[in-house]
Each structure stands twice: as C-alpha cells, then as structure tokens.
C-alpha cells in the first residue's frame, strides 16, 4: 500500500502562489492518474488537476491557466504549482494515486487558505 503525503500548504494573500507537494512511499511509475483533488467547507471534493503516467495533464476550469501540475516519477512526487491564488481557492487539497481497476489511495491533506 502506498502511503502519500502532501506538503506545502499554508496561508497565502491573495494573487500569491503556493507549490503543493505529493510524496509517495513508493513507485508511482505505474500509476495511471496521479492528481490533486480539493475540498472547501460545506462544498464535495472536486477534482483540480490530474497527470497520467504518459504525461497528459488536465485541469479543472476554475484553475486553468493558474495552476500547473508536475510528476516527477524518479522522486515519486507530484507537484502542483498554484499562482494567482483567489480567496475561492481556499479548500484542503488532497492528492490521489489513480492505479485504475477501482484501487486509489489518498494522502492525508494539506490546507490551503487564500486571504484577501
């Protein structure tokens, strides 16, 4: 079972920029879809970013253009780079290993709190 561990979170003003990270205990190589998923205060988990493991990226609109998501499967960590940072995208980010067949794992998340 791989564990996954995010990192970098904090409190930012808005406009600002935040680097969030995702280390996993092991090899990500095979993971189908490596991504970074938030969840706000009385609002679902919503999908943010994603990777597969031949490099495609995509992005929910709301972040487009804003935030750019990395996969660095020597290090087995991925990376997602927030600039512009709006107040709206203050949530807990979680990052999810997508190994497909139904097995996903979740690292335990990391608040993000934009000010304005």
């Known amino acids: 079972q791989v564990q996954l561990v995010e990192s970098g979170g904090g409190l930012v003003q808005a406009g600002g920029s935040l680097r969030l990270s995702c280390a996993a205990s092991g090899s990500i190589f095979s993971v189908n879809v490596m991504g970074w998923y938030r969840q706000a205060p009385g609002k679902q988990r919503e999908l943010v970013a994603g990777i597969t493991s031949g490099g495609s990226k995509m992005y929910a609109d709301s972040v487009k253009g804003r935030f750019t998501i990395s996969r660095d499967n020597a290090k087995n960590t991925v990376y997602l780079q927030m600039n512009s940072l709006k107040p709206e995208d203050t949530a807990v980010y979680y990052c999810?290993?997508?190994w497909g067949a139904g097995r996903r794992n979740w690292g335990q998340g990391t608040q993000v709190t934009v000010s304005s």
């Open positions: 999810n290993a997508d």
